[in-house]
């Protein structure tokens, strides 16, 4: 193991905080709900390894930015891990009625660790309307330093039309807190889905590319 996977912790909270890399080119199902255009809340609470964390963002969503949207979650897992020199496998997803689930196995690329030892990440989306939704997440990592067990549960809700200073595909992303009561609510820029996504494919390419050049460890 590379003792860059304390990269993916911080990788972790952030996703709780896609270009032409084949690697983040997913299939997501064609009959998956749509949430409602417009601003979407959405409020996390769950567990990074014995801490308690509370998170909170704020979407402009519109129908390419929702499905693109459930894409940038799925690459931010396979970040959390590529700095420890694990491999994503493509996720399985699949919708029945109005519930979506998810799960992708990542592996460690070294031929001395067992055939098990890397992630498991698995989500399972419940689409209650279209415009209320909870997204239940959970990380395993098994023989893997540095990384934690993570569970988390998001409230998704539809709260009103975007402001004049949001289009569709942009996003506030208001913090986290640790161990706290406190709902964060840090006055950060806008960002975006479609650059965000740009920027993780390209950090996700500079993990796998550095794999490769220092071999499996």
Known sequence: MKPAACL???GAVAGIALSSFPAAAYELPNDMPA???GLWEMRATGTVGPNQVKALKK??????SDRALHELEILRNELQVVHSDITCQSPNISVSGNVMTG???CRTNSADDDEAAGTDFRWTVTFKSDSEAVNETHSLPRDVMFHMDNKMVEEQRWIGECPANLKPG?????????NSDE??????RAGNIRETRKQL???LKEGVEMNKRLGPM
Do not use: H, I, Q, T
């Open 8 to 10: 993916a912790v911080a």
């Open 35 to 37: 949430r409602k255009p």
């Open 59 to 64: 979407y402009c969503l519109g129908p390419s």
């Open 103 to 105: 799960e992708m196995a």
């Open 170 to 178: 942009d996003f506030l992303d208001l913090g986290f807190n640790y």
């Open 183 to 188: 709902w964060p609510n840090e006055n950060r």
């Open 201 to 203: 494919e390209k950090s």
